[in-house]
């Protein structure tokens, strides 16, 4: 019975995966640079209320104070976010470098099988011919 795992992990592109790793990972460093730079509350464009009654100052002061909160916090997430992307990005490029490092590991053991084995048939061979 094969394990429907081994079966996703057969089926991912790894060459892709490695080859988009240091992108991936680039990518999120400039993201985090970028949000990490900008001061909680910096909103460039304000849109304009428009409304038919007057409100009252102290009813708008407090509104103001609720949206500025709701920024701050917003900006706080968005900062954890972008810091998580950043460290799920390394650790992503890590392991691909480390799934290189024992492709190509698993790529010479198998040529020294190879030889090994074809060396022990011809060994096998002669012996068998004298």
Not at 70 to 96: P, V, W
Request: proline fraction near 5%; hydrophobic fraction near 50%; aromatic fraction near 8%.
């Amino acid at each position: 019975m094969a394990f429907p795992w081994l079966t996703v992990l057969q089926s991912v592109p790894w060459v892709d995966v490695i080859r988009s790793a240091p992108k991936v990972a680039d990518g999120a460093k400039r993201l985090w640079n970028n949000v990490s730079g900008k001061p909680a509350g910096n909103v460039e464009s304000r849109t304009a209320c428009h409304v038919s009654e007057p409100i009252a100052p102290e009813i708008l002061q407090a509104r103001l104070r609720q949206a500025e909160m709701e920024i701050d916090a917003l900006h706080a997430q968005m900062l954890a976010s972008s810091e998580l992307i950043k460290a799920l990005a390394e650790q992503n490029a890590e392991m691909a470098n480390g799934l290189e490092i024992y492709r190509r590991r698993f790529y010479w053991l198998s040529l020294f099988t190879l030889l090994l084995a074809l060396a022990v048939a011809v060994s096998v061979l002669f012996s068998a011919g004298r």
